[in-house]
């Protein structure tokens, strides 16, 4: 199951009394007790989603660096693999605690000191655009597309923090451009402009979220997005700064 629809699935069908006899508090004795006994971070993730399989907590996927398990209906546990992770997780709770972010990011309920793992809030997560475009957050927000072109959040992101005075777009927007007939690409130039100079409110949310808190745009993607229950949008990865790529992705 994909890990878009695992998380559709639990806010659906997931039955909260099934995470009985798991807690916080249990939680984090047992990582004081992994830290005190061994120390390592592989050694400490290792038993963290050792205790979660011991409390059946519904595993929702792995990336590069974490592995997330499903606490309830509002909340997922993000447990750090490895320095990356430690570093991610460690950016989120940072990103999180300024006052500005709250509105645009997923909720940080609980963390490690040591960033070893983070409670988060778990939201209804977009689609990715050029699988089904109608149900991505680049649809939501009334990004333009057409002619089989598809501009991303990360595009519209990346074309509002660079400097246009000349004129320019961001070279992966113009390589997309320049695949369509001259006619097409002046139509949709021209519709792209226009949304720059007037894009949906959300956008320039993110876009100040990203600027504020020296955020790489590679996390800046539809299915990183999430609807919460109460209809709010939300940046729900956004542990990737500039610190965090320039030391673990280049």
Known sequence: MRLNNLINYLL??????????????????????????????????????????????????????????????????????????????????SVWSNPSTKEVAAQVFDFDPDYNWSVMEIARTFEVPYNDYNGSLEHELGIPTAYGVVFEIRDIADALLSDRSDGLLPEQITDKLLELPRGQEIVLRKRLDKYLENPHPFVNKIVDLIDNNDLNTGDVVSDHFGKTADGRIVLIDYGLSEDVAEQYYE
Do not use: C, H, W
Request: neutral net charge; aromatic residues 8%; hydrophobic residues 35%.
């Open 12 to 93: 659906e069908n997931m039955d909260e009394a099934a995470l009985r006899g798991f807690s916080l508090d249990i939680l984090k004795k047992e990582t004081k007790r992994l830290k005190e006994q061994r120390g390592y971070i592989e050694d400490i993730s290792y038993g963290l989603s050792q205790l979660a399989e011991k409390y059946d907590l519904p595993y929702m996927g792995r990336g590069s660096s974490r592995v997330v398990y499903a606490l309830s209906t509002g909340k997922v546990l993000k447990i750090s693999r490895d320095e990356k992770g430690i570093a991610q997780t460690e950016a989120e709770v």
